[in-house]
């Protein structure tokens, strides 16, 4: 007994501490929404994927700059032996012992004009014999003009600076797309903590409702007004009702964890939604948002992007059908055993090569990839036909949706005032054990229809990443959400 008592006293002690240490704060859609763009992990990844697209971009660019590079090998130590020829045929060995240095210091330039490559070269060579009597030589090249060009072949450096602004615009598009859609998941989310609050207060009402119809039955059935089979058929919708408020508590329980799992919340916090209005907004035309769709959505810029590389795929199976290559190199040069010496007395160094590859027997297997190539590219505006019509259809459905939704939201509002009415002025018939259940739960179908509004709105303006409300565009400053 005194074992009990002090586990009673421990519980009285300890359960208010840990209530206590829950913190309750009412939190607002608007907030649920901007903690959700801040702190979710959906919103970090739709950040890191931006950022990766920009780093491509960025790669991209670089490519059309001057490009500085340092190459040498320091040093080289050989000591082996080498084969050799004589004058009369025969051959030898002969040993070598050296130690050799040599750097090259170039500016290179991508020509994407013409898919070229030109380099101003300037390099240095040093080798020494090793052992008795080893001689020393320098070699310079101080300057050297050098131009690599296929005459042919595709010029990936041109298709590239017409498919990657694209792709970059397509991803930035892209994002603000997710940031929208990561809004339709807090909306989703808090929501449902909505109607599971709601669900458990009417879980209570009726719990208080059915207790208290019991207590009365009873008294009625000790004045035997009643059977006691209607007795024990109370006596079940109280226990019914308590199993309901069990299971209501629970989901709110989860409902409350996934909020604050999505939003990044602590676990000691206990949220308090409150019911948002609806959004004043005007009525949807469907030309009006499909043109923004197609101006704006990264569903434009992908399309875009899959027509200049299946574009591209062609191009690269046509210039593999042949390959002409010319490299020109111009410059000076300069050898000694000094160094200040190698650099006087320079000699002019120059060379030209034009290499070609003609295929005269492939069994036609360049051009048959050339015409693959052209089947898919075929295949790919065909399947760009079909999802531009399924876009349009889904933009068409989603006006539809929300327009409608306008008018189940004020039915839904009016709905719920005459079921709440109706409950104020049944509450004898309850007693009585004649009231139906489902009248207490006319106000989470208010709730249900708000949600749709709000979730359709914001899928409208993920689609066309335009705020109808204001009549401006959805913007980002990408170079400081790059910098976070």
């Given amino acids: 007994m005194k074992k009990k008592n002090i586990l009673f006293a421990l519980a009285a002690v300890c359960l208010p501490l840990a209530l206590s240490a829950q913190k309750e704060r009412e939190i607002t859609l608007n907030e649920a929404i901007a903690m959700a763009r801040a702190q979710s992990v959906d919103a970090a990844v739709a ?17 059309l700059l001057p490009e500085v590079n340092l190459t040498g090998t320091l040093p080289n130590y050989n000591k082996s032996y080498s084969s050799y020829q004589n004058s009369d045929g025969s051959y030898g060995f002969v040993r070598n012992n050296t130690l050799g240095l040599t750097g090259d210091l170039s500016i290179d330039q991508n020509i994407w004009l013409t898919g070229g490559k030109l380099s101003l070269t300037s390099s240095l060579d040093y080798i020494k014999q090793l052992g008795a009597g ?45 940031t929208e859609e990561v809004t339709m998941r807090a909306i989703t989310y808090y929501f449902n903590l909505l109607l599971a609050k709601e669900n458990l207060g009417t879980a209570k009402q009726n719990q208080t409702n059915a207790d208290h119809l019991y207590e009365v039955a009873l008294a009625k059935r000790k004045m035997g007004q009643i059977s006691e089979n209607e007795l024990l058929q109370l006596k079940l919708s109280a226990l019914n009702a308590k199993a309901a408020l069990t299971e209501a508590e629970s989901d709110l329980n989860a409902k409350m964890f996934q909020l604050r799992a999505f939003l990044g919340v602590g676990e000691d916090e206990v949220l308090n939604p409150v019911l948002p209005e609806a959004v004043d907004g005007p009525r949807m035309e469907y030309n009006q948002v499909l043109n ?24 690269t199976a046509r210039g593999n059908l042949r390959s002409v290559d010319l490299f020109a190199s111009v410059g000076y040069t300069g050898e000694n055993r000094n160094f200040p010496a190698v650099y006087r007395n320079l000699q002019d160094n120059q060379i030209v090569q034009v290499g070609v590859k003609i295929p005269i027997l492939d069994w036609g297997k360049r051009r048959g990839k ?13 399947k760009i036909r079909q999802e531009q019509i399924n876009f349009n ?29 109706r409950y104020k002025t049944s509450i004898e018939t309850f007693l009585i054990g004649k009231i139906n259940t489902l009248d207490l739960n006319d106000a989470q179908n208010h709730i249900s229809e708000l949600y749709y509004y709000w979730y359709y709105y914001y899928q409208i303006r993920s689609l066309t990443l335009w705020d109808f409300r204001t009549n401006t565009e959805l913007e980002a400053d990408f170079d400081e959400i790059i910098r976070q």
Avoid at 48 to 61: D, G, H, I, S
Avoid at 147 to 165: A, D, T, Y
Avoid at 401 to 421: G, S
């Fill in 134 to 178: 080893g001689n020393r030589h320098f070699m310079s090249v101080p300057v050297t003009l050098k131009l690599i060009q296929p005459i042919f072949g595709v010029n990936n450096i041109k298709w590239n600076r017409r498919i990657e602004p694209v792709r970059y615009a397509e991803a930035k598009a892209a994002f603000i797309t997710a």
């Fill in 292 to 315: 923004k769709a197609l101006e704006r959505n990264s569903f434009a810029q992908n399309i875009r992007r899959r027509q200049l590389e299946a574009d591209y795929e062609v191009a």
């Fill in 370 to 382: 050339v015409r693959v190539a052209k089947s898919n590219r075929d295949v790919v505006l065909s």
């Fill in 47 to 63: 950040l890191n994927e931006l950022k990766t697209a920009y780093w491509a971009f960025r790669t991209f660019r670089a490519d």
């Fill in 393 to 421: 259809q889904d933009i068409f459905l989603l006006v539809e949706h929300f327009n409608n939704q306008a008018q189940q939201l004020d039915i839904a509002k009016e709905a719920d005032a005459i079921a709440q009415q």
